[in-house]
């Protein structure tokens, strides 16, 4: 099977028009996704993937593991933020330069975790109750870890604009108001007597949801 990334294991290739010139193949020294280095930098300077190293159950038995729990993750999530949705092609990325020191660890001088390693690190592995429970807090150890080395001064909340007064005054049920003399329900009526109300809850409303 040839490599995937081009590379040749034969030697340099001559050329019969001028024997002083040669074709060698480095394909496993090229890489398109470098851009994935200076995130792979930042996380080690936060610790975010080696926090998620900690608290993740690594549930394989066995002494021949190739790759550390957190090396698999920083590969499932640099892949994403390369723009790679899934495992297929992670053979191809196992042998990219770039992600084999993002893996780090045996990865920076083999390849990284194959199709079929990621495919069960996914799914099984990262899959059990314990890792889902300590993934479900992570996110939020990994926020306090950023603010704890630079607290934020302010808090911006994103609101989304469907969620206005003028909604929340629209899904309001209108009174229905009974008419005395007959005991039937005045619709006409009851329209009369909602801007009133309606005017009292929008401007509560308009005032909770301004910033303080």
Same mark, same amino acid.
């Given at each position: ?18 024997? %002083? ?24 300077? #936060? &610790? ?11 549930? !394989? ?30 053979? !191809? ?6 992600? !084999?020191?993002?893996?780090?660890? %045996?990865?920076?001088?083999?390849? +990284?975790?194959? @199709? ?17 429970? @300590? #993934? +479900? ?7 306090? %870890? ?19 007064? /003028? !909604? ?7 009174? /229905? ?5 007959? &005991?039937? #329900?005045?619709r006409d009526r009851a329209g009369t007597c909602a801007p009133s109300n309606a ?14």
């Amino acid at each position: 099977m040839a490599h995937p990334t081009g590379e040749s294991k034969s030697s340099a290739l001559r050329l019969d028009f001028d024997r %002083r010139l040669k074709l060698e193949f480095h394909g496993s020294n090229v890489t398109s996704d470098a851009g994935l280095l200076p995130f792979r930098e930042l996380d080690d300077i #936060l &610790g975010l993937t080696a926090l998620a190293g900690v608290v993740l159950s690594d549930g !394989r038995r066995g002494k021949n593991t190739r790759h550390v729990l957190s090396g698999l993750l920083r590969q499932s999530v640099f892949g994403r933020l390369a723009g790679y949705e899934d495992v297929n092609d992670a053979d !191809r990325l196992a042998r990219d330069p770039a992600m !084999r020191w993002v893996v780090g660890g %045996r990865a920076v001088h083999d390849c +990284a975790a194959s @199709a079929s390693q990621m495919g069960r690190f996914e799914t099984e592995w990262l899959a059990s109750e314990e890792n889902l429970a @300590a #993934l +479900a807090d992570l996110s939020g150890r990994w926020i306090d %870890r950023v603010h704890g080395r630079q607290p934020p001064r302010t808090i911006i909340l994103d609101m989304d604009l469907s969620v206005s007064p /003028r !909604r929340v005054l629209q899904s309001i049920p209108r009174p /229905r108001i009974a008419d005395r003399r007959t &005991g039937s #329900l005045d619709r006409d009526r009851a329209g009369t007597c909602a801007p009133s109300n309606a005017r009292v809850h929008e401007t509560r409303c308009y005032r909770r949801c301004l910033p303080t």
